[in-house]
């Protein structure tokens, strides 16, 4: 989407670009489950690890980053699972995520940065208050054969 706008200081009409955001979430395969963190910020609810990608890194380098913000874990990546990009999937703006398979490989899982729990979960036992989209990638993820 382009917008144009003037300078509030010098009055020169510009262009403003807005662009979807990119951001990672990871599946992190860990003790005979899937990694969830409980958010302390908006939206509320239970979440995959995850998060924005800074300017200059990559995909990949942003998940491994953000596992071990979040969870206390280092992992292994094992591939990219799929991209999601509804424009609703976050309440706060449009964000287009990148899901990433893992496995935790060393570290003590524990919450860390924006999370206020980290627990692993298995496809029987999901939390009701699911945050984002991430019910859906979990569905998705566990009907692969």
Known sequence: MR????????????????????????????????????????????????GFVDYGES?????VREA??????????????????????????????TIFTAIGRGGQLQAGDDAGKAIVYRPDNLPKNIAFDHRRILEDYFAKP
């Not at 995909?59 to 998940?63: I, K, N, S």
């Open 3 to 50: 917008e144009t706008f003037s300078c509030p200081n010098c009055k020169h009409q510009t262009t403003r670009y807005r662009n979807p955001v990119p951001t990672v979430d990871i599946l992190i395969s860990y003790e005979g489950g899937i990694v969830l963190i409980e958010r302390l910020n908006p939206p509320p609810g239970w979440a995959l690890p995850g």
């Open 59 to 63: 995909l990949e380098a942003a998940a």
């Open 68 to 97: 071990r913000e979040e969870t206390g874990l280092e992992v292994e990546l094992t591939g990219q699972f799929h991209t999601y990009s509804d424009p609703k999937r976050d309440p706060r703006q449009h964000t287009i995520s």
